[in-house]
């Protein structure tokens, strides 16, 4: 996407944030709940801003070394764009060095654009939680990246 500026963003994005997860999620979290996350000390949060509007954004949690991609949304009308691969890339470059054992998190099973983008970018599949969304009902893929080099690999965490 021309313009797209991908930047570290704080409370005062919430609202905004608010409305991007209301155009793009079935469950979306409320304005409060993103802000109490980004107030923990523990999450961090990107946005993907182009041509004066928010496009994306992408949350990152961080626990004793290891990561856990809480969201990625692009909104509707940007989407196919990089948006969401210019997110990712900025995540995984922060966590780099914050997550020595990896960033994981949780896909649905029928989210197959997200799916490839994960796998693109370095993520492999290591598990399935049956039944793990609600609306509608339907599994989650479980998926692993590690930085380079560091923590342990997929095959670890699988118990293989």
Do not use: K
């Not at 197959?112 to 969304?133: P, Q």
């Amino acid at each position: 996407m021309t313009g797209l500026v991908v930047r570290e963003a704080g409370p005062e994005a919430c609202d905004a944030l608010a409305t991007l997860e209301a155009a793009s999620f079935d469950v979306p979290w409320s304005a409060d709940a993103l802000g109490e996350l980004l107030a923990d000390g523990l999450t961090r949060a990107w946005v993907g801003e182009a041509a004066g509007g928010l496009c994306g954004a992408g949350l990152l949690r961080v626990v004793a070394g290891e990561g856990e991609l809480l969201r990625i949304a692009v909104h509707p009308a940007d989407r196919r764009h990089g948006v969401g691969r210019a997110l990712l890339r900025a995540i995984l470059s922060a966590a780099a060095d914050a997550c020595p054992y990896g960033v994981h998190l949780e896909v649905r099973a029928s989210n197959v654009a997200a799916r490839h983008l994960y796998a693109r970018e370095g993520f492999v599949d290591h598990g399935r939680r049956r039944d793990y969304y609600q609306a509608p009902r339907e599994d989650a893929v479980l998926m692993h990246w590690r930085p380079a080099g560091r923590g342990p690999g997929a095959a670890e965490l699988a118990g293989e």
